[in-house]
């Protein structure tokens, strides 16, 4: 009897820690000392949040690029050959304006300058012939010599001669016929020859107021005279002295 109640009671507290083993869900067994955990230290929230903040940055930049259209890369501009050749061309233009426009204006400048000289020289054409009349139609007894001389001086060729070895008698007469005559040209052109030539024909109207012994009232005569003017060694001169109708 004391043997069976012993052994109940051991069947019992065998029992008993079976069913403590089984309720106990971890830890050491007891009378046991649990070992030690390792320690972890736990990450920043930022540190955390980045791989996570790269992770949904990558997969939303990869969505919009799958869904953006492509974009077109600018197309690159090379320079441009034919750039230089223009600007040369232009200013090789504006050259040829400015040089075309300079020698215009030394051309009209040339022209403007041989006008006039060709007109001077006109000019003294038919100053010389007025002068060669003015000497003819202009003579007093009084300086019946120095009037010879005068007409002398201005002429040339065949003119020259008919005068040459008569000045004596011509101021003789003058002086004893005691003739006065006063000249005026009332108009004188040149007829022909060209303002460059030597030599050109003048036509001169002229009047002329005469006295004498015998005719002491001044009367006038009106004539016309065809003057050769010729360039004797750059002097003009009258060559030739003709009366015309």
Do not use: S
């Given at each position: 009897m004391t043997d069976s109640a012993e052994q109940a009671q051991q069947t019992s507290a065998a029992a008993?820690?079976?069913?403590?083993?089984?309720?106990?869900?971890?830890?050491?067994?007891v009378g046991e000392t649990e070992a030690p955990k390792p320690v972890v230290l736990a990450k920043p929230a930022a540190a955390q949040a980045a791989p996570e903040a790269e992770k949904v940055s990558t997969t939303k930049a990869a969505s919009e690029a799958s869904e953006a259209p492509p974009i077109e890369a600018p197309p690159i501009e090379t320079p441009k050959q034919g750039r230089p050749l223009k600007s040369l061309l232009a200013w090789g233009v504006t050259a040829v304006v400015i040089v075309a426009l300079v020698v215009a204006a030394v051309v009209l400048l040339l022209d403007q300058r041989s006008a006039r000289e060709r007109d001077d020289r006109r000019q003294a054409f038919v100053d010389t012939a007025r002068q060669t009349v003015l000497n003819l139609t202009t003579i007093h007894p009084e300086t019946a010599k120095q009037d010879v001389d005068r007409i002398i001086a201005g002429a040339s060729g065949q003119f020259l001669e008919e005068f040459q070895g008569r000045e004596d008698p011509f101021v003789g007469v003058v002086q004893d016929a005691n003739v006065t005559t006063e000249g005026e040209v009332i108009e004188a052109g040149v007829e022909n020859g060209t303002e460059t030539s030597i030599s050109a024909n003048v036509l001169v109207a002229a009047r002329t107021m005469v006295s004498s012994k015998e005719q002491p009232e001044p009367s006038p005569r009106d004539f016309r005279m065809r003057v050769t003017i010729s360039d004797v060694d750059g002097k003009l001169t009258a060559s030739k002295v003709e009366f015309v109708p």
């Open positions: 008993d820690r079976t069913r403590r083993r089984a309720v106990r869900h971890a830890g050491p067994p």
